[in-house]
């Protein structure tokens, strides 16, 4: 079977290949120390592992408490936020047919998202059209303390105790969380919620291949042993044992540092099918929260094509030259539309009549390419056969393992997160939570 495939050419007028090659040996050091975890942060590592390592038994326990709520609920809620989020909604919008939940005759609950903000109006609304649902919650939180994700929690949990009965809701909400630590995981025990572990080894945004991503997915019927397989198959091709040439997620951290240090400081991630943007929104994380620290990293950036072609279009053609893009682009589309002709043909469209959508597509991708290229926009593009559970695991590793390594080239700790702590810091202070009076009276002395 085919794999994904990294196709860096049209970055080569830009830089060089030898260059790019020169890379060699410095990423395969840093490719070692993920490995024999030696580099910084080797306490979170688990995720190197985790397609080869999860047992069918956790996969199959999983399946086990998702057809329950497929069973029970016409909705899930799935609670949380970053790692805790997007890695679940991204699969699930990549692999599930658009307008599923509008259909009537599906088997799948609806799955709504909560705790990833703190809108009002967002919870209200949602907690209006859970009134009259049978719903279920799924609570994913690492440290069981996230502000969004408990508060969002909170209110949830209420409104089905008050729709189903304590004794009743009990058994719609699941718990993804530490295996000791924390108040989700204090109050799952208290309450008697089932509940999974997100291993003390893997951090949040590289966590979709543990049950913080692959309880949702399951919800959502998606397969979760392609998900693994195809992510197990990208643990081995990006292995130690593969050369520098052969292994994609060196190569694609080895240019984008060489594009970084000849001053290409923003990345685009460039889709051209609606379903993966939220795919590009947990690549955004997974690179964004890894490398952007020390007053250093790659700026991400992502846009829906052809639909952004029609807004940041204008700026990647003829903007500030300080960017490159990087495509995902999926060979075929799995279903067929075909353009009819129109015998008045007054739109004009009778050369496109016999052509698949995807053709034209495909066209649109290949101009852009072309024309972004001759406008100063080095492009790197990923094949993917296709969009299904075995191609997604194998970007959501190829992409966490050259995370891994590109953070090492740049020299910061990768899987950290000082920076998100600032502004908890003046919320909680702002909101003169217990434990911060010192910061409340140094804020008040701000404003
Ligand atoms: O990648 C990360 O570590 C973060 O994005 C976290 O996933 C996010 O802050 C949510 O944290 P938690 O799972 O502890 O609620």
Redesign the pocket.
């Known amino acids: 079977m085919e794999n994904i495939k990294l196709v860096i050419d049209n970055t080569l007028g830009f830089i060089s290949k030898d260059k790019v090659f020169a890379y060699e040996k410095e990423v395969s050091a840093c490719n070692s120390m993920l490995h024999n975890g030696t580099g910084k942060g080797n306490d979170f590592l688990g995720w190197l592992s985790l397609p080869s390592s999860t047992s069918a038994e956790l996969i199959n326990d999983i399946k086990q408490t998702a057809d329950l709520l497929r069973k029970e609920c016409e909705v899930v809620v799935v609670a949380?936020?970053?790692?805790?989020?997007l890695g679940a909604k991204a699969v699930i919008d990549a692999l599930s047919n658009t307008f599923i939940w509008l259909k009537k005759d599906t088997n799948t609950p609806v799955i709504v998202y909560a705790g990833n903000n703190i809108g009002e109006d967002y919870l209200a609304e949602l907690m209006d059209y859970l009134s009259d649902k049978k719903f279920g919650i799924i609570n994913?939180?690492?440290?069981?303390?996230?502000t969004e994700?408990a508060l969002a929690f909170r209110l949830l949990k209420t409104q089905l105790e008050k729709q189903v009965g304590k004794a009743k809701a009990k058994n719609l909400i699941v718990a993804v969380t530490d295996a000791s630590k924390?108040a989700l995981r204090t109050l799952a025990t208290q309450e008697g919620y089932k509940t999974y572990v997100?291993p003390d080894n893997v951090?949040?945004?590289?966590?979709v291949l543990s049950p913080v991503g692959l309880l949702p997915i399951a919800v959502a019927g998606l397969d979760l042993n392609q998900l693994l397989a195809g992510a197990r198959k990208m643990e081995e091709v990006c292995g130690l044992n593969t050369p520098f040439a052969e292994n994609p997620a060196a190569i694609y951290a080895a240019t984008r540092n060489e594009l970084y240090r000849n001053g290409k400081k923003i990345e685009i991630l460039a889709n051209y099918q609606p379903k993966l943007h939220f795919f590009a929104e947990w690549w955004k994380?997974l690179f964004g929260?890894s490398e952007g620290k020390e007053n250093k990293g790659i700026f991400n950036a992502a846009v829906d094509f052809s639909t952004d072609l029609h807004s940041m279009g204008q700026w990647i053609q003829e903007g500030e030259r300080t960017i490159f893009e990087t495509v995902i682009s999926i060979k075929q589309a799995s279903k067929k539309v075909v353009v009819p002709t129109d015998n008045d043909n007054l739109d004009g469209l009778n050369f496109l009549a016999g052509k698949r959508v995807d053709e034209v597509n495909k066209m649109a991708e290949l101009g852009t390419m072309l024309a972004h290229v001759d406008g100063g926009v080095p492009n790197m593009k990923i094949e993917v056969p296709e969009l299904n559970e075995y191609y997604i695991g194998q970007l959501i590793y190829f992409f966490e393992k050259a995370c891994g390594i590109s953070g090492y080239l740049l020299g910061v700790n990768p899987f950290d997160?000082p920076g998100?702590e600032a502004y908890k810091k003046n919320m909680f202070a702002l909101l003169e939570k217990p434990g911060f009076e010192a910061e409340t009276k140094a804020i008040k002395a701000r404003l």
Request: no cysteine; net charge positive.
């Open positions: 949380g936020i970053g790692g805790s989020f994913i939180s690492k440290s069981g303390t996230t994700t924390g997100i951090g949040g945004r590289f966590s994380q929260e997160q998100v």
